[in-house]
């Protein structure tokens, strides 16, 4: 029996599945591997960035795949040095050419980049005229703070459909949810089974998700992993999850989570490990030589 992710309805009524492959830090040489394994699995969303360099490789993992490309939801994300209304209409292009299509399911914008908000407020509107056109279904931000969305939401005509943010159980940052959910913008999970707690270079606050008790308990009441616990936690709170892995086992492994359910106990725990703590990137934080970055036209 063929297993289907639920399906999450935007704020324009297009609809997405809950759960996806992410595609962070994936080498390019074994993306498209690991692009095609996810949709053989039985994944239908992909998410991808120009900043990730993997473009390319996303589109050739779904013609591999055999999977129809109607099939599969596509989601990638403008750099910052490419904001800008024209820049941003290029970034488009540039992605569509790397990715094969003509058309993106989901594009949305990396960062906030408040050091140069206005270029930020360009991009969106560069966005909203991509969506005017057809040529993408939704679009959306990524890593807005509120300060940020209120922002956004003053100077520009579309909400979001989508904010992408760090969230897993060590931090759930539940005021951008809330802020969300006030505008009908779904919330989308970067690093949703927690490894930005244990990558390098973002402070001191070094903790495997993986290995908490109480996950770990949780995962055995009901012979589950850790992980699949965090997703399912993930999925059951009604956001969309985009774990990254390109091992073929941890990739189905990720996907075998619509087979049981937490009860509102085991999640009230969950929720109640939120450090506050950030791990990855502050998004008020300049990173201007980061932002600089050129992505490549092929």
Do not use: C
């Not at 040489?29 to 994944?43: D, N, P, S």
């Amino acid at each position: 029996m063929t297993v289907t992710t639920p399906e999450l309805q935007l704020n324009n009524g297009v609809t997405m599945p809950a759960l996806g492959l992410g595609v962070f830090q994936s080498p390019p040489e074994e993306t498209a591997a690991a692009v095609e394994t996810a949709l053989q699995v039985g994944y239908r969303h992909i998410d991808t960035a120009a900043a990730y360099g993997n473009e390319r490789q996303v589109g050739e993992g779904i013609r591999r795949s055999g999977v129809d490309r109607s099939e599969v939801f596509v989601e990638t994300k403008v750099w910052v040095s490419d904001y800008g209304y024209d820049r941003t209409l290029h970034a488009f292009d540039k992605a569509t050419r790397k990715l094969g299509v003509d058309q993106l399911d989901l594009l949305i914008l990396h960062q906030p980049a408040p050091d140069r908000f206005d270029q930020t407020v360009d991009a969106y509107r560069a966005l909203e005229r991509l969506l005017a056109d057809g040529t993408v279904r939704a679009i959306g931000v990524s890593n807005f703070m509120r300060h940020h969305l209120d922002e956004l939401l003053r100077r520009t005509e579309i909400v979001p459909a989508v904010n992408q943010i760090e969230l897993h159980p060590y931090f759930a940052q539940p005021d951008v949810q809330r802020a969300d959910a006030e505008h009908g913008i779904l919330t989308q999970a970067w690093s949703p089974i927690g490894g930005i707690t244990f990558y390098p270079g973002f402070g001191d606050h070094r903790r495997n998700a993986l290995e908490d008790p109480t996950i770990t308990r949780i995962a055995a009441e009901h012979d589950k992993t850790p992980a699949q616990v965090m997703l399912r936690w993930q999925i059951q709170h009604g956001r969309s999850a985009i774990p990254k892995s390109t091992n073929p086992g941890r990739i189905a492994e990720n996907f075998r989570i619509f087979d049981f359910a937490l009860t509102a106990e085991q999640i009230a725990a969950l929720d109640a490990l939120d450090t506050g703590v950030r791990h990855g990137p502050d998004p008020d934080v300049a990173r201007t030589e980061m932002f600089a970055r050129v992505i490549p036209e092929d």
